[in-house]
């Protein structure tokens, strides 16, 4: 089949147009969130909007090896959508870079690369993990991975589209996939307990990994469901786009903001029940001087809202509910991370181990605004490069003739 | 093109291409056949280890618990350990009939049925132990909250308490859901068998179902209904049994991990439970046309999955041991590796994490007696994994000298034996007498049941009601 070439196309033009002006506006205020409120602000919005995409870029890549694990038929005619927004992935290592070098400097946002560590007796006890060299290394090898990851999955996905009847490239992905899943759920785990865990070096939660897991999966499904239904109003990819798609895409949302929800709760409740204070320590900090209106927020927009959203089998198949729907996941993420990185680095700035002072203002939407333009950018490139469609997927046939 | 290859990448799930009417004489002729001498004795095997484990239980009952190996500090041995082991194998039926329709799973319709029995029966062995573990288990009512004159209510702010809710809301729904899915079915056996008792029992039960197209329209609606109030049921139920341990402050119990740690583990364990029964049932009833090797396949992959997600529990929670810089947390997992029950760390170990590493193979996934053994291996190392959590927090307790072992007596191992046996005595019953596959969602998925692959997406979701009067036909008249 034919090639989808979108690459010229208004909406891919605007994307990278948009793009280019939120990377421009990002470092402007990015530049000016590190005159006006220090480094460790700085770092700690950098830090922000990094993980908020790379955390779903990474995932982007997983929802497509995911499709290919499950040999699933349904995403076949839609999956290129997830795949084109890993254009981020190759750059993560780059844009790490000065989050390293807050770490090695004097004021970094990681408490535990501070000289008072040495004098710290839970910390000696971590030193083996938390030191900075083993941290650079870790990073390193995650950027690695992440990058063999895309060169992988995305690879063989792009291979198809030349390589007509013969369906090696899709075989190598359905047979590689699985390790690859493997290598995700790992990287992902540990990347989310050295960048966002480890800001509070002394607290620990064995559910963390699958809690990072489970926020970035609802975000990555929500951008989905977003540029698909822009896509389709524009009427490009009309013909490989039925409405079963946005249904199940509105079914894998409801799910996954439940599945978060779901695991954000017993990570609450059974820390909250057994009230022992080495790990109360994270929600007393998160539900005092006004941080507890983010936590209620992320209650509402993580759950209430897509639950009520979503719940019907008929608004699955709107697209002004889907969208709102998405938003309000989108929004939700961003609360999260809010909550679990200011509260964090506000404790080193300016509060004590007991309590942090309220961190939020204009700023924190500098790095969101910056990556989210760096993520477009990259993701409209990715268009410009190749079909929009996977055309010559086996699949693909079910994915345009099944009904959800 | 791709409708060429569109065969290469999906196997039939069905084989042979019987005819509507060959799956009905096919699951039928199962019902209908006479009792065999292998089958009667058989069942009088499982019926003895069952009527031996009520003996024990009856035991257990009229003299105390005393008479279990339970001793200070070790309040729970191979009670709770059953009672976790049975509840979890119960949820791969639940995953299997709820998740998987859920996600228009087509494969699910040959194991569905038996699953789901499995669930309920392993639900009921569930509730065996957990009563008899409350020493007097006639006041069994003492457990619901009632009104009652003595102003007595339940704790509810204890995990026990929740035990309760959840295992009852789970055995219900669970029977609810695989009742209605059998409705359709008894209906078609009712018309299908000879004897007149028989024909006014299955017409009993299928509450005179006709096959209309209203029945149908309702029986989909109350299906998809309970699909999805069983689907919170698969995380839910495990999850209130993890908070048992980790709502306790016990280093090895207290781990904000367990309740998706259990939910997976309890997928695992009963996926490895179904294997193991229906290698044996395909073999026996003869159903390889229905149960093929890409069902197989297919399972064995969730095994690897989920095997893999609690080998990813086990190493974290050994990390994070160590990373907590609590001394209680990294020693009593050091005790779990290398202590007194280090034998059943390493039993858990082997069996769950390593064993199923086979299936990474496709030669593995499709090689029964390979298979079975390790679906054998799964079921004694999900066994050992609560035996391990339960043993080892609480055999060295925080002060010396209240450090003990526990080892059962013969009485918890007969009740375990006999649990065994009412599982293995009603699987028997359910697979003799009730249609052990779903006939009528067998049928939904032969090939040209499925309008959707004949024209384009014509945005009517609801494929399955598409196939009904095909169904209906044979079902009702």
Redo the contacts between chains.
């Keep these: 089949m034919a090639h989808v070439d979108l690459g010229s196309t208004p909406l891919i033009a605007s994307m990278q147009k948009i793009g280019l002006a939120l990377i421009g506006v990002g470092a402007i205020g990015l530049g000016a969130a590190y005159a006006l409120h220090g480094q460790e602000r700085f770092f700690a919005d950098y830090l922000l909007g990094f993980w908020y995409f790379a955390g779903i870029s990474v995932t982007m890549v997983f929802f497509s090896a995911l499709q290919y694990l499950a040999r699933a038929g349904w995403s076949a005619s839609i999956r290129r959508i997830a795949e084109n927004f890993t254009g981020f992935v190759p750059y993560i290592g780059i844009a790490l870079i000065p989050i390293v070098i807050n770490m090695l400097g004097h004021h970094s946002i990681y408490e535990w690369s501070h000289e008072s560590a040495a004098s710290d007796p839970i910390l000696i006890k971590k030193a083996a993990y938390l030191n900075p060299t083993f941290f650079i290394v870790r990073l390193g090898l995650y950027a690695l991975l992440w990058i063999g990851m895309v060169k992988y999955i995305v690879g063989n996905s792009v291979k198809q589209d030349t390589a007509g009847s013969d369906i090696t490239p899709t075989k190598r992905n359905w047979k590689r996939s699985a390790p690859w899943v493997l290598v995700f759920a790992i990287t992902i785990t540990f990347a989310s307990f050295d960048l966002l865990m480890s800001l509070e070096p002394h607290w620990f939660s064995t559910i963390w990994g699958v809690y990072a897991f489970a926020g970035h999966f609802a975000a990555s499904l929500a951008i989905i469901t977003l540029t698909l239904i822009a896509l389709y109003k524009r009427g490009l990819m009309k013909q490989y786009i039925t409405l079963e798609h946005f249904h199940d895409l509105g079914k894998l949302m409801f799910a996954f903001s439940v599945f978060w929800t779901y695991i954000a709760f017993s990570q609450y409740f059974i820390i909250w029940y057994a009230n022992l204070p080495e790990e109360t320590i994270y929600f007393d900090v998160r539900t005092s001087n006004g941080w507890e209106l983010f936590g209620l927020l992320l209650v509402l927009f993580h759950f209430v809202l897509p639950f009520i959203l979503l719940l019907r089998q008929d608004v699955k198949r709107k697209m002004a509910v889907l969208t709102v729907a998405a938003i309000v996941i989108l929004i939700s993420h961003f609360i999260d991370l809010v909550w679990i990185i200011m509260p964090a680095v506000s404790k080193v700035v300016g509060g004590t181990h007991m309590s942090a002072n309220m961190m939020f203002g204009w700023s924190e939407f500098t790095g969101v605004v910056f990556f989210a333009g760096v993520f477009l950018f990259l993701a409209a490139k990715n268009y410009q490069k190749r079909s929009a469609v996977a055309v010559n997927d086996p699949l693909l046939n079910e994915s345009l003739e099944y009904s959800s | ?6 065969e ?3 196997e039939p799930l069905v084989l042979g291409n019987p005819s509507l009417r060959d799956v009905t004489a096919r699951i039928a002729s199962i019902v209908e056949s006479k009792i065999s001498m292998k089958y009667l004795l058989t069942l009088g095997f499982t019926a003895t280890m069952a009527g031996w484990g009520l003996f024990a239980l009856y035991y257990t009952i009229t003299t105390g618990i005393g008479v279990w190996g339970l001793n200070n500090p070790i309040g729970w041995g191979w009670d709770i350990t059953n009672f976790v082991f049975w509840i979890g194998i119960g949820h791969a039926g639940t995953l299997i009939s709820a998740i998987l329709f ?1 996600f ?1 799973q087509k494969w699910r319709t040959a194991i569905n049925r038996s699953a789901e029995a499995m669930t309920i029966f392993a639900v009921i062995c569930a509730l065996t132990m957990v009563l008899s573990h409350t020493g007097r288990p006639w006041l069994f009512y003492w457990l619901l909250p009632y009104p009652n004159q003595m102003q007595m209510w339940v704790n509810f702010r204890s995990p026990l308490a929740w035990d309760v809710f959840a295992v009852n809301t789970y055995f219900t729904v669970s029977a609810l859901f695989w009742f209605v899915g059998l409705l359709p079915d008894l209906a078609t056996l009712r018309n299908y068998v000879k004897s007149d008792l028989a024909k006014k029992i299955y017409g009993f039960f299928s509450f005179g179902w006709t096959g209309s197209t209203r029945s149908w329209h309702h029986y989909e609606i109350a299906y998809m209904i309970l699909a999805g109030i069983s689907t ?1 049921l698969v ?1 839910s139920v495990h ?1 209130v049994v993890s ?1 048992d341990f ?4 016990l280093p090895g119990w ?7 740690y259990f939910v997976a583990g309890a997928i695992f364990s009963g996926f490895a439970m179904v294997m193991t029964l229906l290698v044996i049932c395909r073999e026996i009833l003869d159903l390889k046309q229905f149960i093929t090797l890409k069902h197989l396949d297919n399972m064995n992959k969730i095994m690897l999955a989920t095997g ?1 997600m609690v080998g ?2 086990y190493i ?2 050994f990390f ?1 041991a160590w ?4 001394d209680w947390e990294s020693w009593i997992f050091i005790n779990r590796a290398f202590g007194d029950y280090a034998w059943a760390y390493w039993t858990m170990f082997t069996c769950n994490v390593v064993s199923p590493q086979v299936f ?1 193979f496709a030669s593995a996934r499709r090689n029964i007696p390979l298979m079975f053994i390790i679906s054998i291996f799964i079921n004694i190392g999900m066994w050992f994994e609560r035996f391990t959590i339960i043993a080892t927090t609480l055999h060295h307790d925080f002060l010396p000298a209240s450090w003990g072992y526990y080892s059962p007596t013969w009485v918890e191992i007969s009740i375990f034996i006999g649990t065994f046996g009412i599982f293995l005595t009603l699987f028997l019953l359910f697979a003799k007498f009730v249609p052990v596959i779903a006939i009528a969602e067998v049928k939904s998925i032969l090939p040209g049941a499925q309008p ?2 004949h024209h ?2 014509d ?5 399955a009601h598409a196939a009904v009067p095909a169904v209906a036909t044979e079902g009702g008249h």
């Design positions: 093109m791709t409708a060429q290859h569109h290469q990448v999906r859920l228009r919170p995380l999850s908070f980790t709502v306790g402050i207290h781990t904000t991990i367990f309740p998706p893999m990813y529990a974290l929670e994070i990373y907590s810089g609590s990474w959707a692959h384009g997406h945005h009517d979701h609801d494929s």
